[in-house]
């Protein structure tokens, strides 16, 4: 178990889970903060270079900043966010890892599954080629700038898929869900990456206990389209899935990019170097970790004179 890791992007929802769960352990963490230090086990930083001191004696540093991807549309404005959240940071941590030379701890940073963009018909693995979409062209970036700590860094990119939970890939969804408007999304039989929370957090945990080194698929380990995880949810709510978004719609009114990168893109990525390193996943169907992230008491507002059963997937 790591004495003392440190974390930035902390107040996310990855990050925050993350903390918890370190902290429950018995783990010291360190908060990265964009914001004055109001805490003894704060820094601020983004504000100049990183003192690499910070990191000194720490196991591993954690990078998960980056604006969130669901926010549309990806004007030419929002696209500058995107990239400066990820890439700024990143450089950051990176050269104080440098600077730290043999003494630096694991750099685990954050990248996305994203990186692969639309494979159809193929099984993504962590040796699979980057895309071409302009979320595939920011994950690369965002690795290199990662692999910016030197040659002898120790480094690690977690490919993280959706996170299937209130806050995440379903937030979106859910409103629609309890509205009775959702459905199929495009084809709707597009292969969608999908990850539960728990084990997203238990996966960065695992390289960071093993000190694991490469890029790393967080991804749940079986496959799921976009209708599995819909239906999942509209069975979950006891409410109908019948109303299907057609690409074209969606195109007009979030523009091509998110379309192609997130809703439409068809690509079915597996954990390969997760599951080598010896990970065992709690929720392995995305059934399961809908079940989880949607919890009883609130699926069970909806059996209560609600308008009948789930509806088939159209």
């Not at 059996?303 to 009948?308: A, E, P």
Request: hydrophobic content about 45%.
């Amino acid at each position: 178990m790591p004495r003392r890791v440190v974390v930035a992007g902390a107040s996310g929802l990855i990050g925050s889970a993350l903390v918890a769960r370190l902290r429950a352990d018995g783990v010291t963490v360190t908060t990265l903060v964009r914001r004055p230090a109001e805490a003894a086990d704060e820094v601020s930083w983004l504000q100049g270079p990183l003192d690499p001191a910070v990191l000194e004696g720490a196991d591993a540093v954690v990078g998960l900043n980056g604006a969130s991807i669901g926010r549309f549309p990806w004007t030419a404005a929002y696209k500058h966010t995107l990239v400066w959240s990820r890439i700024t940071p990143t450089q950051v941590l990176a050269r104080a890892v440098r600077e730290l030379g043999a003494d630096a701890p694991l750099f685990v940073s954050s990248s996305a599954v994203g990186y692969y963009g639309s494979a159809p018909r193929r099984v993504l693995t962590e040796t699979s080629p980057r895309g071409e979409t302009f979320l595939a062209d920011l994950c690369g970036e965002w690795e290199d700038a990662a692999l910016a700590a030197g040659a002898h860094a120790r480094v690690a990119l977690l490919r993280t898929a959706p996170v299937v939970h209130a806050q995440g890939v379903l937030k979106p969804l859910l409103l629609l869900t309890k509205l009775g408007v959702s459905g199929p999304i495009g084809r709707g039989t597009q292969a969608w990456p999908w990850i539960s929370l728990e084990d997203e957090v238990a996966a960065i945990r695992h390289v960071i206990d093993r000190g694991l080194e490469g890029p790393f698929n967080l991804t749940g380990p079986t496959r799921a389209s976009a209708n599995d995880l819909g239906f999942a949810l509209a069975m979950r709510l006891n409410r109908p899935f019948l109303v299907r978004a057609p690409e074209w719609g969606l195109r007009l009114v979030l523009g091509p990019d998110p379309t192609e990168a997130l809703l439409t893109t068809d690509a079915h990525v597996r954990p390969a170097a997760l599951e080598a390193s010896g990970f065992r996943f709690r929720h392995t169907t995305v059934e399961q970790a809908v079940e989880s992230a949607v919890p009883a008491a609130e699926a069970a507002t909806f059996l209560i004179g609600g308008s009948g059963s789930a509806l088939a997937r159209g």
